[in-house]
């Protein structure tokens, strides 16, 4: 009996796993409707350093195929603040944050289908050498405009899903992300 139970134990909980409601984001693959959505969504000009990294690693993740019909415009706010202070008012800990407002607008119309808000800071080591700084703040940049756009794309991915699963609701409305 024991050995009957544990064999249809994980069948049972199979069959309970359909009605739990998570569904996978990119089902079908590079061929679904969220990659596809996602490959048709150019990225803006970026003003400054933290611009142009933060539109690479956009450009990276939406693999866009050239006919774009949707564009992606972000508005980047890079801040470095101290935080730490010693006795002779140096600082020795710093803070970044990357911030971004981002609006997704069809090319069609000119409407904004999204718009919303994405962010990350990261902390910084204030050493004697200030070559040592200025590559831990670029480190630092680099990383939190990979963390931004992955939330950004993240977004855009379960804004695209919704679209997608209104349009098979409705058949008369067209897919669009």
């Not at 796993?17 to 969220?34: I, N, R």
Request: net charge neutral; hydrophobic share 45%.
């Amino acid at each position: 009996m024991n050995r009957l139970a544990t064999l249809l134990a994980p069948a049972a909980l199979l069959l309970l796993l359909p009605g739990c409601g998570l569904h996978p984001l990119y089902a079908g693959g590079g061929s679904g409707a969220v990659a596809n959505a996602l490959t048709q969504i150019e990225v803006a000009p970026i003003e400054g350093k933290s611009g142009w990294l933060m539109s690479n690693a956009l450009r990276d993740r939406l693999s866009a195929n050239g006919t774009a019909q949707y564009r992606l415009d972000v508005r980047l706010q890079d801040e470095i603040a101290g935080l730490g202070v010693r006795r002779d008012d140096s600082v020795t800990r710093e803070r970044r944050s990357l911030k971004a407002r981002y609006q997704l607008v069809d090319l069609t119309d000119g409407t904004v289908l999204l718009d919303a808000t994405a962010g990350s800071d990261a902390g910084i080591d204030v050493v004697q050498s200030e070559y040592a700084t200025i590559a831990a703040e670029n480190t630092a940049l680099e990383r939190l405009s990979g963390i931004v756009a992955d939330q950004i794309v993240a977004r855009l991915a379960t804004y695209a899903r919704s679209r997608a699963k209104a349009a098979q609701a409705s058949p008369a409305a067209p897919a669009q992300p």
